[in-house]
Nanobody
Framework: HVQLVESGGGSVQSGGSLRLSCAAS????????MGWFRQVPGKERGGVASIDRDGITNYADSVKGRFTISVDNAKNTIYLQMNSLKPDDTAMYYC????????????????????WGQGTQVTVS
Protein backbone atom coordinates (compact mmCIF):
# COMPACT_ATOMS: atom_id res chain seq x y z
CA HIS A 1 0.00 0.00 0.00
CA VAL A 2 1.45 3.36 -1.10
CA GLN A 3 0.95 6.42 1.05
CA LEU A 4 1.40 9.97 -0.19
CA VAL A 5 2.22 13.01 1.92
CA GLU A 6 1.93 16.40 0.28
CA SER A 7 3.29 19.75 1.35
CA GLY A 8 3.97 23.20 0.00
CA GLY A 9 0.60 24.75 -0.71
CA GLY A 10 -0.34 28.24 0.35
CA SER A 11 -1.37 31.68 -0.79
CA VAL A 12 0.56 33.79 -3.25
CA GLN A 13 0.00 36.84 -5.39
CA SER A 14 -0.44 36.61 -9.12
CA GLY A 15 2.91 36.16 -10.81
CA GLY A 16 4.42 34.46 -7.79
CA SER A 17 5.78 30.97 -7.30
CA LEU A 18 5.16 27.95 -5.12
CA ARG A 19 6.66 24.49 -4.93
CA LEU A 20 4.63 21.45 -3.98
CA SER A 21 6.15 18.21 -2.72
CA CYS A 22 4.73 14.71 -2.55
CA ALA A 23 6.58 11.95 -0.75
CA ALA A 24 5.56 8.38 -1.50
CA SER A 25 6.14 5.49 0.87
CA UNK A 26 5.30 1.84 0.47
CA UNK A 27 6.62 1.11 -2.99
CA UNK A 28 8.26 -2.30 -2.79
CA UNK A 29 10.48 -1.75 -5.79
CA UNK A 30 10.70 1.12 -8.26
CA UNK A 31 8.07 3.82 -8.03
CA UNK A 32 5.28 3.95 -10.53
CA UNK A 33 3.84 6.86 -12.43
CA MET A 34 3.30 9.91 -10.22
CA GLY A 35 1.73 13.25 -10.86
CA TRP A 36 -0.52 16.11 -9.85
CA PHE A 37 -4.17 16.86 -10.40
CA ARG A 38 -6.17 19.87 -9.28
CA GLN A 39 -9.79 20.56 -8.51
CA VAL A 40 -11.98 23.52 -7.71
CA PRO A 41 -15.42 23.17 -6.12
CA GLY A 42 -18.07 22.19 -8.62
CA LYS A 43 -15.62 21.09 -11.29
CA GLU A 44 -14.00 17.80 -12.20
CA ARG A 45 -10.51 16.96 -11.11
CA GLY A 46 -8.07 17.67 -13.93
CA GLY A 47 -4.53 16.64 -14.68
CA VAL A 48 -1.68 19.09 -14.23
CA ALA A 49 1.57 17.18 -14.66
CA SER A 50 2.89 13.64 -14.54
CA ILE A 51 6.22 11.86 -14.58
CA ASP A 52 6.62 8.22 -15.42
CA ARG A 53 9.07 5.67 -14.08
CA ASP A 54 11.65 6.64 -16.69
CA GLY A 55 11.31 10.36 -16.06
CA ILE A 56 9.16 11.22 -19.05
CA THR A 57 6.93 14.17 -18.23
CA ASN A 58 3.57 15.36 -19.44
CA TYR A 59 1.77 18.65 -18.77
CA ALA A 60 -1.65 20.10 -19.19
CA ASP A 61 -1.64 22.78 -21.88
CA SER A 62 -2.69 25.41 -19.34
CA VAL A 63 0.52 25.02 -17.33
CA LYS A 64 3.13 24.32 -20.01
CA GLY A 65 6.05 26.68 -19.71
CA ARG A 66 5.08 27.71 -16.18
CA PHE A 67 5.06 24.49 -14.14
CA THR A 68 7.82 21.90 -13.88
CA ILE A 69 7.50 18.45 -12.40
CA SER A 70 10.61 16.71 -11.12
CA VAL A 71 11.51 13.70 -9.03
CA ASP A 72 14.04 12.56 -6.48
CA ASN A 73 13.98 8.81 -7.04
CA ALA A 74 16.10 8.12 -3.97
CA LYS A 75 13.34 9.64 -1.85
CA ASN A 76 10.37 8.64 -4.03
CA THR A 77 9.40 12.29 -3.89
CA ILE A 78 8.02 14.42 -6.67
CA TYR A 79 7.94 18.19 -6.84
CA LEU A 80 5.82 20.66 -8.74
CA GLN A 81 7.51 24.00 -9.26
CA MET A 82 4.82 26.51 -10.15
CA ASN A 83 5.93 29.84 -11.58
CA SER A 84 4.01 32.79 -13.01
CA LEU A 85 0.97 31.74 -11.06
CA LYS A 86 -2.43 33.06 -12.10
CA PRO A 87 -5.73 33.29 -10.22
CA ASP A 88 -7.00 30.48 -12.48
CA ASP A 89 -4.42 28.20 -10.86
CA THR A 90 -6.29 28.45 -7.57
CA ALA A 91 -7.38 24.94 -6.62
CA MET A 92 -6.85 22.00 -4.34
CA TYR A 93 -3.86 20.13 -5.69
CA TYR A 94 -3.74 16.36 -5.30
CA CYS A 95 -0.75 14.10 -5.68
CA UNK A 96 -1.42 10.85 -7.52
CA UNK A 97 0.58 7.65 -7.73
CA UNK A 98 0.25 4.41 -9.58
CA UNK A 99 1.82 0.99 -9.44
CA UNK A 100 2.36 0.91 -13.20
CA UNK A 101 5.37 2.72 -14.56
CA UNK A 102 3.75 4.35 -17.58
CA UNK A 103 1.46 7.32 -17.11
CA UNK A 104 -1.89 7.19 -18.86
CA UNK A 105 -3.40 10.33 -20.40
CA UNK A 106 -4.89 12.52 -17.68
CA UNK A 107 -8.49 12.05 -18.81
CA UNK A 108 -8.12 8.28 -18.49
CA UNK A 109 -5.89 8.21 -15.45
CA UNK A 110 -8.05 10.39 -13.18
CA UNK A 111 -10.69 7.68 -12.77
CA UNK A 112 -8.26 4.83 -12.14
CA UNK A 113 -5.53 6.37 -10.01
CA UNK A 114 -4.29 3.81 -7.51
CA UNK A 115 -3.40 6.25 -4.72
CA TRP A 116 -4.28 9.86 -3.90
CA GLY A 117 -2.73 12.32 -1.50
CA GLN A 118 -4.84 14.31 0.92
CA GLY A 119 -4.64 17.48 -1.13
CA THR A 120 -2.99 20.85 -0.56
CA GLN A 121 -4.66 24.19 -1.26
CA VAL A 122 -3.09 26.72 -3.61
CA THR A 123 -4.64 30.17 -3.68
CA VAL A 124 -3.51 32.85 -6.13
CA SER A 125 -4.89 36.36 -5.75
Amino acid sequence: HVQLVESGGGSVQSGGSLRLSCAASGYRFRRGCMGWFRQVPGKERGGVASIDRDGITNYADSVKGRFTISVDNAKNTIYLQMNSLKPDDTAMYYCAADLQGTCPPFVAWVSVVNYWGQGTQVTVS
